[in-house]
């Protein structure tokens, strides 16, 4: 049994000193705000050891991941880590050597789904002595809920941040053999970790990371500080990856950072930005790339002219804009107007003319009036979105809006929610109306979800297709044409096979 522990987070020397772990470095706050000036180093994956290397032999592991695609991303490189230790995966809760919870901190109600999930595996615990339970992801980064697991969830085994994905296989076998809780959360990152193993969920589509962290510091948002300052992959190790999916027969690839447009800028000794690295896996042939998230602030003039060259890069751009009141952008330190905003959207419309463009929204930001949130219903209508995800504003601790003064109520911010998702709703549903009667190059990824006799993919603009026709397609491109769109879903009917 673990003995229960309460440890000032910043204060991991004394933990050290009491010997509670060999390894415990907790996260803290104030040390992830800072952005220092040295230089990002690009260090090699040192690989496994031959000791534990086979440490999992014989063993599984269960991973549960929440959040966004860099987590889905992160995940698979746990994956590829744990698979070069001998695990396996399994789905199965009961039968499952490790249980690993890559966690998502964006919204309180990300948090606490986790907090339940941690709660209901006491028992399975109890009884089950050897299992490792872990947490990794954007929570592990977070002093309060560090502290709050040490306290109150004392059957997990290991806590580890997402700067130390790498560091997994001798935590891993710390937890093993150490009777206290294995914490180790690097607050302060600046390095790129090259080479990681990884495991793909999906031979079709897959996540290339561009960049890590995020230096914009927008104050409702908690990102900046569990994933660090931005730090860029060199182009070289992008492009070299990105070639080797293409060789590997993946048909799609979807370039991540947390703001894909400032990529390039902690470059010391090149002028290279996001415009010349899509310039450059333009001409490399894999059939589609997409990018997210794009922040509106820098996205500049030679991107919209690279983009609108076309061939791979689809004509799909998620912009996210947050609120459409130039007032409280500024609160959110979006360093954007709504004027701006829209000028961007002009641009990019005149130069794509078929563009679909998609967009994340917060409501009820503190302090946000009527009359602003009715800047964001009438933004929505102006730019048209395909689609958009709405978002109820939720408090980070630590982070500067949640201590901003607050006078909308709890059931006024649900209410513009389910405002704001009706417009968004039939802004899709008319947006999929005019497809009616078009033909749609769909990349075919499977059966569908609720009837394995129906196929499904999506279309250049990432719009889901659901039509009949024979499984060998999976995986192929097809030609469809839109018989019957609905808000978020096109049934269709095959014209013809693509070569692609
Ligand atoms: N880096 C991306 C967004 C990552 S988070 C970008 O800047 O576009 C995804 C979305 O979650 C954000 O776009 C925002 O709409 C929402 N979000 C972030 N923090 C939030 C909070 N505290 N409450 C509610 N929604 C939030
Ligand atoms: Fe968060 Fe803003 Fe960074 Fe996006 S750009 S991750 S919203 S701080
Ligand atoms: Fe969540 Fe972390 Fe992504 S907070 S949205 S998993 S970067």
């Avoid at 569990?226 to 979807?254: C, F, H, W």
Wanted: proline fraction near 4%; charge should be negative; hydrophobic fraction near 35%.
């Amino acid at each position: 049994m673990k003995k229960e522990i309460t440890v000032n987070s910043s204060d991991t020397k004394s933990a050290r000193e009491k010997d509670y772990s060999r390894y415990f470095v907790a996260p803290n706050l104030k040390e992830a705000k800072k952005r220092g000036k040295e230089d990002i180093q690009v260090v090699q994956f040192d690989g496994i050891d031959e000791e534990l290397k086979n440490l999992g032999r014989g063993k599984t592991f269960l991973m549960r991941t929440y959040g966004c695609q860099a987590n889905e991303h992160d995940s698979e490189t746990i994956s590829g880590i744990l698979g070069r230790m001998g695990y396996t995966p399994t789905e199965e809760e009961n039968e499952a050597d490790i249980i690993l919870f890559n966690t998502c901190a964006i919204r309180e109600n990300a948090e606490d789904k986790v907090f339940g999930e941690l709660g209901r595996l006491k028992h399975l615990k109890k009884e089950k002595p050897d299992l490792v339970l872990g947490v990794c992801g954007c929570m592990s980064q977070e002093e309060a809920v560090v502290n709050r697991i040490l306290k109150s969830y004392p059957h997990v085994d290991l806590i580890f941040g997402t700067h130390n994905i790498h560091r997994l296989p001798v935590l891993l076998k710390d937890a093993l053999y150490s009777k206290e809780m294995v914490v180790e959360v690097w607050s302060k990152e600046g390095d790129v970790v090259e080479n990681m193993p990884k495991v793909r969920q999906n031979g079709l589509k897959a996540w290339v990371n561009i960049m890590y962290g995020c230096d914009k510091f927008c104050t409702y948002c908690i990102v900046p500080y569990t994933r660090g300052k931005e730090r860029s992959r060199r182009p070289e190790d992008v492009i070299a990856e990105v070639r080797d999916l293409a060789r590997q027969g993946y048909k799609e690839i979807t370039l991540l950072g947390q703001n894909v447009n400032a990529y390039g800028k902690d470059f010391t000794d090149i002028e290279y930005g996001f415009g010349d690295l899509m310039d450059a896996i333009r001409q490399i042939d894999i059939p589609r790339v997409r990018f997210t998230t794009s922040h509106p602030r820098d996205f500049d003039d030679h991107l919209i002219e690279v983009l609108a060259k076309k061939g791979n890069l689809v004509e799909h751009i998620h912009l996210p804009v947050q609120s459409g009141n130039s007032e409280v952008l500024k609160k959110m330190a979006r360093k954007y107007t709504r004027e701006q905003y829209l000028e961007l959207v002009r641009k990019i419309k005149e130069a794509i003319p078929d563009v679909v463009l998609t967009t994340d929204i917060i409501v009820g930001f503190p302090g946000e009036t009527e009359e602003q949130f009715k800047d964001t219903l009438s933004l929505v209508e102006e730019v048209g979105f395909d689609s958009a995800y709405t978002f109820i504003y939720s408090p980070r601790h630590g982070t500067p809006a949640a201590v901003m003064e607050d006078d909308v109520s709890a059931a006024e911010k649900k209410d513009r929610l389910q405002r704001l998702m009706d417009v968004v709703n039939r802004l899709s549903r008319e947006k999929n109306e005019a497809l009616r009667g078009q033909v749609v190059e769909v990349l075919v990824e499977g059966e569908s979800k609720n009837n394995p006799d129906v196929l499904a993919g999506r279309t250049r603009t990432n719009k889901l297709v659901h039509f009949t026709g024979p499984k060998e397609y999976i995986g192929t491109f097809i030609h469809v044409k839109i018989i019957e769109p609905q808000t978020w879903t096109l049934k269709g009917e095959v014209v013809t096979k693509v070569e692609v």
